[in-house]
Each structure stands twice: as C-alpha cells, then as structure tokens.
C-alpha cells in the first residue's frame, strides 16, 4: 500500500483512509514520536533515572530531542497504526 501511496502524490506523514466494499473503512496513520534507545552507553549520565541499576530515562530523552538537540545513542522513531472501522 506504501508504493500505491506514493505512486498517488501521497507523503507517509499523511493520514490516509480507504472504503472497503463491505462499508467498513481502513485507514493508516503515524503514531506519535517515540524514543528508540539504540544505544545505552552513549547516552549521557544526566539522562538516566535513579533506579539501580541506572536506566535511561525516555521522557527526559524525549525532553532533550523535542528542543531539536541530538542526544547520542537515541533518537525519535515514529511507526504507523491500522484501525478499520
């Protein structure tokens, strides 16, 4: 369905919805940003939780990317969801 999309002028940032023949409707859309932490040791200590042992905090990651800096070893990801109707 990407490629149809494509072919058609559509981007993958835009909602998208089809009719089926039995009336339902399918449609496909982004899933909010989410951060995918691809490596841990990269990630400075400031970002880490308290717990023991220390984890990575995502939200305080999340914090950091949304002003548009780059934090080593995370980064935003954004997946896409079906729903039918």
Request: a positive charge; zero cysteines; proline letters at 14%.
């Amino acid at each position: 369905m990407r490629t149809e999309r494509r072919l058609a002028g559509w981007s993958d940032d835009e909602p998208y919805s089809v009719q089926l023949p039995n009336g339902s409707t399918m449609g496909i859309k982004l899933n909010p940003p989410s951060v995918e932490i691809f490596s841990a040791a990269d990630i400075p200590p400031e970002l880490y939780d308290d717990p023991k042992p220390p984890q990575p905090s995502r939200s305080k990651i999340a914090d950091v990317l949304r002003t548009g800096l780059p934090v080593p070893g995370a980064r935003f990801t954004r997946g896409q969801s079906i729903r039918w109707k």
